[in-house]
């Protein structure tokens, strides 16, 4: 039974269901995965290990009972520490919150908990969500599992290194600027940024509250369509959370794509890319050129040069409203030594945050304020428009469009933590995608040197089931997904 951590949820739902095996026995599993390997990865912030195993009682009985159990009833996922969950400890690990509580759950979470999935714990991320590495943590950095001198991306990097690992059957993460997309193709598993609005943000800690989504880290896109269907959907407590109808994501994967036009966006296949990055993600063009789609590889979209600039204006700007609530009076860190209100708000601030999270601030602040508003932000509100009027036009002749999902293979841990520049600069293929809202997925594409090289898949807004389709088919067609890092 150890290697029950090992399944899909596809997998272990159909076992759970024909009661091969019960959901105490692979909670316990999974478990046990995470008492023999995490202290080498680093992916949990907090184990739930007793609420888990009660979890796992409860959807014992329902599966016993022979209801209409849902494919996530039984199954084990692990949360991002910046999503709240009542009970929980949710720190965004960050010492500002390193002991805060939440009084309630995030929507997905109340979704989840609906399904009656078994909520693991809680996983390691760069703080506030700001880095691409995981190297931001407050408390520690998590490992790649395919090389644990190496980062596994970022902000989600425990999120994506535990599904990687087999320390989780799923995982949700938050996508600002490809938090979910690059740290699914550094660890060679799947990453979902779903169009924005399709899944509530309300009980996700808020980074830059326009750009910033809820999605799930998954074993194979089956999982995640799995994933999506139980989290999607209108939330009346979010007014930026759309009402469209929720499909049932699993219906479009079909395992060709006959008759499906896709786009190569030249800008994306950016001066610095790794050579064999590159050959691997040409390698998987043709692939999908075989399944049957038409692949045209003169598409450009020009605005894209900008995507990097505009976003380090739009995010931080965002991230300095979003974080001047933290004055150590209300809740998390506060500081206590000090003679005046004031002194105690700017100490809180200089002591509970980090060195990334305060250059951000800064950096909104000075966008912000009086004398560069319209230099800086109003400016970089209109490069928004216009990338996201390119998205627009391009997908009138194109299904999907697809590029890298990072420039580069996973870089050595404290390579670029000097360098701020350059690591920004890791984004730089999913950024856009942020800013123009629509939906996007990164899919294990192949390896270099046996470090992991995702590929990305751009859909239309809320073309989530057209992205799904293109990315099945060339899972089903290859066998990256089913290979596993040495620590497996």
Same mark, same amino acid.
């Given at each position: 039974?150890?290697?029950?951590?090992?399944?899909?949820?596809?997998?272990?739902?159909?076992?759970?269901?024909?009661?091969?095996?019960?959901?105490?026995?692979?909670?316990?599993?999974?478990?046990?995965?995470?008492?023999?390997?995490?202290?080498?990865?680093?992916?949990?912030?907090?184990?739930?290990?007793?609420?888990?195993?009660?979890?796992?009682?409860?959807?014992?009985?329902?599966?016993?009972?022979?209801?209409?159990?849902?494919?996530?009833?039984?199954?084990?996922?692990?949360?991002?520490?910046?999503?709240?969950?009542?009970?929980?400890?949710?720190?965004?690990?960050?010492?500002?919150?390193?002991?805060?509580?939440?009084?309630?759950?995030?929507?997905?979470?109340?979704?989840?908990?609906?399904?009656?999935?078994?909520?693991?714990?809680?996983?390691?991320?760069?703080?506030?969500?700001?880095?691409?590495?995981?190297?931001?943590?407050?408390?520690?950095?998590?490992?790649?599992?395919?090389?644990?001198?190496?980062?596994?991306?970022?902000?989600?990097?425990?999120?994506?290194?535990?599904?990687?690992?087999?320390?989780?059957?799923?995982?949700?993460?938050?996508?600002?600027?490809?938090?979910?997309?690059?740290?699914?193709?550094?660890?060679?598993?799947?990453?979902?940024?779903?169009?924005?609005?399709?899944?509530?943000?309300?009980?996700?800690?808020?980074?830059?509250?326009?750009?910033?989504?809820?999605?799930?880290?998954?074993?194979?896109?089956?999982?995640?369509?799995?994933?999506?269907?139980?989290?999607?959907?209108?939330?009346?407590?979010?007014?930026?959370?759309?009402?469209?109808?929720?499909?049932?994501?699993?219906?479009?994967?079909?395992?060709?794509?006959?008759?499906?036009?896709?786009?190569?966006?030249?800008?994306?296949?950016?001066?610095?890319?790794?050579?064999?990055?590159?050959?691997?993600?040409?390698?998987?063009?043709?692939?999908?050129?075989?399944?049957?789609?038409?692949?045209?590889?003169?598409?450009?979209?020009?605005?894209?040069?900008?995507?990097?600039?505009?976003?380090?204006?739009?995010?931080?700007?965002?991230?300095?409203?979003?974080?001047?609530?933290?004055?150590?009076?209300?809740?998390?860190?506060? @500081?206590?030594? $000090?003679?005046?209100?004031?002194? !105690?708000? %700017?100490?809180? =601030? &200089?002591?509970?945050?980090? +060195?990334?999270?305060?250059?951000?601030?800064?950096?909104?602040?000075?966008?912000?304020?009086?004398?560069?508003?319209?230099?800086?932000?109003?400016?970089?509100?209109?490069?928004?428009?216009?990338?996201?009027?390119?998205?627009?036009?391009?997908?009138?002749?194109?299904?999907?469009?697809?590029?890298?999902?990072?420039?580069?293979?996973?870089?050595?841990?404290?390579?670029?933590?000097?360098?701020?520049?350059?690591?920004?600069?890791?984004?730089?293929?999913?950024?856009?995608?942020?800013?123009?809202?629509?939906?996007?997925?990164?899919?294990?594409?192949?390896?270099?040197?046996?470090?992991?090289?995702?590929?990305?898949?751009?859909?239309?807004?809320?073309?989530?089931?057209?992205? @799904?389709?293109? $990315?099945?088919?060339?899972?089903? !067609?290859? %066998?990256?997904? =089913? &290979?596993?890092?040495?620590? +497996?």
């Amino acid at each position: 039974m150890k290697n029950l951590c090992k399944l899909s949820i596809e997998q272990a739902s159909t076992m759970l269901k024909k009661r091969e095996i019960s959901s105490v026995e692979l909670t316990d599993a999974v478990l046990e995965r995470i008492s023999s390997i995490d202290n080498k990865v680093h992916a949990f912030m907090t184990v739930c290990r007793d609420s888990a195993l009660q979890m796992a009682k409860k959807a014992d009985k329902t599966l016993a009972s022979k209801k209409d159990a849902g494919a996530l009833t039984g199954i084990p996922i692990l949360i991002k520490d910046n999503i709240c969950t009542k009970g929980i400890r949710t720190t965004c690990s960050s010492k500002m919150l390193e002991n805060f509580i939440p009084p309630y759950n995030a929507t997905v979470i109340d979704k989840l908990i609906s399904t009656e999935a078994v909520i693991l714990g809680k996983a390691n991320m760069d703080e506030f969500a700001m880095g691409s590495s995981t190297e931001n943590s407050a408390f520690f950095c998590t490992s790649n599992p395919w090389d644990l001198q190496r980062v596994p991306g970022g902000s989600s990097g425990g999120s994506a290194a535990a599904v990687a690992a087999d320390e989780t059957l799923a995982a949700l993460g938050s996508d600002t600027g490809g938090s979910i997309r690059q740290p699914a193709g550094f660890c060679s598993v799947v990453g979902l940024k779903p169009t924005y609005g399709r899944v509530s943000r309300y009980g996700l800690v808020a980074f830059a509250s326009s750009l910033d989504q809820i999605g799930p880290f998954t074993k194979t896109v089956t999982d995640s369509a799995l994933v999506m269907n139980a989290i999607s959907g209108h939330d009346e407590h979010d007014s930026t959370s759309v009402s469209n109808e929720v499909p049932d994501f699993t219906k479009t994967l079909v395992p060709d794509l006959r008759g499906m036009k896709l786009g190569i966006p030249k800008e994306y296949f950016v001066e610095g890319m790794q050579p064999e990055v590159k050959t691997v993600l040409i390698t998987a063009i043709r692939k999908l050129e075989q399944l049957g789609a038409s692949i045209d590889w003169e598409v450009s979209l020009p605005n894209t040069k900008y995507a990097l600039a505009a976003y380090y204006i739009l995010a931080p700007a965002e991230a300095s409203a979003n974080l001047a609530r933290y004055d150590g009076v209300k809740y998390g860190f506060s @500081f206590q030594n $000090a003679s005046t209100i004031w002194e !105690a708000m %700017e100490k809180t =601030k &200089q002591f509970g945050f980090g +060195a990334e999270v305060k250059r951000r601030i800064m950096l909104g602040t000075y966008a912000l304020s009086a004398g560069y508003y319209d230099a800086y932000y109003l400016k970089a509100q209109k490069i928004r428009t216009l990338i996201r009027r390119e998205f627009t036009e391009a997908f009138k002749k194109y299904d999907a469009l697809i590029t890298p999902t990072s420039p580069t293979v996973p870089f050595k841990i404290g390579e670029k933590t000097n360098d701020p520049v350059q690591m920004y600069l890791s984004d730089v293929c999913t950024l856009p995608i942020n800013i123009a809202g629509v939906p996007a997925v990164s899919i294990p594409a192949g390896f270099v040197d046996n470090l992991p090289v995702g590929m990305q898949i751009i859909g239309n807004f809320f073309g989530e089931e057209t992205i @799904f389709r293109t $990315a099945y088919a060339y899972e089903q !067609a290859t %066998e990256w997904h =089913k &290979q596993k890092p040495p620590i +497996a």
